[in-house]
């Protein structure tokens, strides 16, 4: 697990070879990915240029990058790990391919070879970004794992192409000098809390989409376009189950070969454990794993919980920790622990940071990391599965659908206003359900606002800047490739071309990563997202009932009190935070002339969001962090150089503006 960034000369009339400063500043941007080394190539002629930092996981000594074949007319750099590279290592040494060392990235290169670029990701089996130069074709083959667990980011502009495992590593080339805000990634944060890919906060930078792979020649004139070798289909027969018990010891088999394969380590290995169905799952898998092999040792598990009362679950984690005697590790989290990471959190996310919990997370991490290198986790069984209330929630909506858009959206929007402060939830429900237009639904189910409000905060040169409706047809774009009619089966597929793979797995990478820790996903394997896929809604879903498969399984390994108490999620106290030490930032921050006066704003409508809440009367939670994180992001990577020290210095103007404040 490591980071890459590359150059390619697409233009070498127009376009000199990379500056050694410059392709030292790119590497530098991302130590933290692989603190364990670093490597650099260049071609002969100039044209490419690949850099590596080594996280060290698989053949500890042989595996440095970048990596060539036989006679180095194939370079790569490679971030990941493919899961299945010794029974693809031993097809290619029977086909008279010559291996130099013991790690998975040597078969990229010869796999390339062997198959074409196409034909080697569908042959691969884990979480991967990865570049390959053909020195004699003078191309650039870029990769991305089906899922998306593994980030890539780009940019072109017909002399140079440049590519890079975060953005931050681009943004130091004098090619990107200039950084130009997209207003339709502000106004999209502001709706959903990121960013849809292949879109980022910035033009002229875009991300690969998952499941996707592109070409870069030289000299060519047309931007590169990525092409799709993979998708999630609902329309699959061949992995049909007869009942539900035959789903779940289905289910069982998949996990359990995934979690062993996912094992594999030259370094120690743990799990992140939050006391829920999914990472408890995991945590048994792994035990049971290690001891059918004839291992002694307890999976070391770590776990993060808040010191508000009713914000931590580390009695649940404890629980899943005894019954398999982990060697459980926790840390507790309160207010100066996280508003002391806040900024260079910030820094290490690229973007601005839609979900609160990346914080301790990223807490968790550093604490992991003094114990092992690589951590399981159970990201993404709710988007499978169907784990979110959401999900059973927007079900009803076809109960409703006959009644006028109009009428719908006044009866239901009215009542929501009528309910008291404390009530956010109900009323974030009865304010999407009144929403008829399917897209539009899915797009606002983890909104900061309701339409209304999202509509009233926007500057006129934000909004005149976007198309009505662009967010929502972006997520129309996305449910044209789903091949199922199905309500739940869409709204699924929508959340992980989403919600997942823009959202949550961002924030896994970066606060994994950002402690040089690699996290790995046993339930984004893809063959355990085909079998999830093909099962009918009812082993999902049932009435206000979630995640029935996976919970039935979980039963052959924790307490049903664990499995079946009211899903709560992992939330940070921040309505209480805002009300209290918090308020003067909040204040000053949010309504200072900085922020006022960046445009993206009305005044009046955004000093309401923040009074209103203050003062009790709506809890807006949500907005107001969306409105902090974007501010912070601006103030680093615009107002700034997006630099580490950047982040100290953000960290200082944080403190400054929050003029006191207590625990």
Known sequence: MCGVAGYLRIRPETAGPMAQSTADRMLGAIWRRGPDGQGQWRSKDEICWLGHRRLAIIDLVTGDQPMSNEDGSVWTVFNGEIYNYMDLRAELVSRGHIFRSASDTEVLVHGYEEWGGDGLVRRLRGIFAFAIYDTKGRSLFLARDHLGVKPLYWSWDGKVFLFGSEIKALLVHPALE???????????????????????????????????WMIIKCEENMPPRPVTYWDVRYDNELQRVKSLDEGVDALDRLLTQTVEMQLVADVPVGAQLSGGVDSSIIVALMQKALRERGESAAVKTFSVGFDVEGFSELNYARMIATRYGTDHHEIQVGFKEFFDELAMLCWIYDEPVGEPPAIPTYLMCKKAKEKVTVMLCGEGADELFG????????????????????????????????????????????????????????????????????????????????????????????????????????????????????????????????????????????????FASSLPRQYKIQGLRTKIILKKLAERYAPNELIYRRKVGFTVPLSRWFVGPLRNMVNNVLLGERSVSRGYWREEALRKIVMDHLDGRVDREQGIWVLLALEFWHRLYVDDDGSESAARRLQESIRTESSSFSN
């Open 387 to 530: 784990g979110y209330n959401k999900y059973a929630f927007d079900q009803y909506s076809r109960y409703i659908d006959w009644l006028p858009g109009k009428i719908r959206r006044t009866v239901l929007r009215g009542t929501a206003r009528l309910l008291p402060f404390r009530a956010r939830r109900q009323r974030s429900i009865l304010e999407i359900l009144g929403l008829d237009r399917e897209a539009e639904r899915y797009a606002s189910w983890y909104g900061a606002f309701d339409t209304a409000l999202q509509k009233s905060i926007m500057n006129p040169d934000i909004g005149s800047a976007i198309k009505d409706h662009f967010i929502d047809h972006a997520f129309e774009d996305i449910l044209q490739g789903c091949d199922s009619r199905d309500s739940l089966n869409r709204f699924l597929y929508c959340d992980i071309h989403s919600r997942l793979v823009d959202d949550l797995l961002v924030k896994a990478d970066r606060m994994s990563m950002g402690a040089s820790i690699e996290a790995r996903v046993p339930f984004l394997d893809h063959h355990i997202v085909e």
């Open 178 to 212: 200039k950084r130009t805000v997209s207003h339709a990634g502000v106004a999209q944060f502001l709706v959903t809390r990121y960013v849809s890919r292949p879109n980022t906060m910035f033009e002229r930078i875009s991300r690969l989409p998952e499941g996707s």
